[in-house]
């Protein structure tokens, strides 16, 4: 289903544009190298959008500091306070997520007015466990997430403001699924969707993957983020595989891996970190096998255009199914890397 458009910095959602995917930082916003060095793995995961927490005022220093060195548009996450995101705004946020549930109307009313002027988009979020009071027992779930952003709608016409995107999240996949579904047939904007707690790997990715492909499948979603209890460059993963998966966004590299048994000749965690790191390489669509032995190798993996089996000795580099040369192991990383770029 089509949405308007809405521009977040250099990206660009709804309106048939690719679906982007986005996750949060998860240091402490205090903690200006931690924060730095977490944007940088997310920049190399291929995150389109990323989203900071600024609790207080020290926050702001750090949101600063970052938005002057990311090459992703920043997105500050507010609560309760809203001076804080007036402030965000002036420190260059792309986009500001405020929830009308804790936020007053009249520190809403401002913000609306800065954004406006800035040209900044808002992110209207209802979550299940931050509604406003009058919605907050309403059963099933998911009207009361709607009904709070009919409220809201109905509240914010009289502001002439419209470059807003909005997400209504539950923790439940049915009232998630029927909360967007609703949303969309009735208004036209962009929705981010997600399932708020999801928790940790692999609940979190299976309740995710069954709530968001019944929506991505009937063409509902702008941009999303799986919410899990894992580092976020997890969470861009997961949600790009599952974009891959409906064919909504193509990664170059598709990796396939065997479960490992017996016959592995070693550990393939550290391969599979290797390869993750370096995905973003790939000059061309290329299919990268990481498998533990000699029977899972070249044989059952031959479709594979790329391969790393392990031996007794190292590894087999493999192509198609034919091996070209033997390594050790501690030459795979440079033998990766080269086939990635090379394509």
Not at 231 to 260: H, M, Y
Not at 309 to 329: D, E, P
Request: aromatic share 6%.
């Amino acid at each position: 289903m089509s949405s308007i458009k809405v521009k977040i910095g250099k990206v660009v959602i709804g309106g048939g544009e690719p679906i982007a995917v986005q996750s949060m930082l998860k240091t402490d916003p205090h903690n200006i190298p931690s924060s730095l060095r977490q944007l940088r793995k997310l920049e190399r995961s291929g995150c389109d959008l990323l989203r900071m927490a600024i609790p207080d005022e020290l926050s702001l220093e750090t949101f600063r500091y970052l938005k002057q060195r990311s090459s992703i548009p920043l997105i500050a996450d507010i609560h309760f306070h809203p001076q804080l995101a007036l402030k965000a705004i002036r420190a260059g946020a792309d986009k500001v997520r405020i929830n009308p549930g804790n936020i007053p109307k009249e520190g809403l009313k401002e913000i609306l007015r800065v954004s406006k002027g800035k040209g900044i988009p808002l992110r209207v979020g209802f979550n299940s466990g931050s509604l406003a009071a009058k919605f907050r027992n309403i059963r099933p779930l998911w009207k009361g997430l709607l009904l709070a952003a009919e409220d809201f709608l109905n509240w914010v016409s009289r502001f002439d403001f419209s470059d807003l995107v909005f997400s209504l999240k539950a923790s439940t996949i049915e009232d998630t699924v029927e909360a967007y579904r609703d949303f969309s047939q009735r208004f036209p904007f962009p929705l981010h969707l997600g399932l708020t707690e999801a928790g940790p790997i692999p609940e979190g990715v299976v309740k995710s993957t069954i709530a968001l492909y019944s929506l991505l499948k009937e063409g509902i979603g702008d941009t999303v983020r799986i919410s899990l209890t894992s580092p976020p460059e997890v969470e861009v993963q997961a949600a790009f595989s599952l974009l891959d998966s409906l064919g909504l966004r193509k990664k170059n590299l598709t990796l396939i891996s065997c479960p490992t048994c017996g016959r592995a000749h070693s550990s393939l965690y550290p391969l599979i970190r290797m390869v993750r790191a370096l995905e973003n390489e790939a000059k061309n669509p290329m299919v990268v096998a990481v498998m533990g032995c000699e029977v899972n190798g070249p044989g059952e993996a031959s479709h594979a255009d790329f391969g790393i089996s392990l031996t007794q000795k190292g590894a087999a580099i493999f192509k198609k199914g034919k091996i070209v040369k033997r390594v050790s192991l501690n030459e795979i990383p440079q033998e990766l890397a080269k086939e990635l770029k090379s394509g």
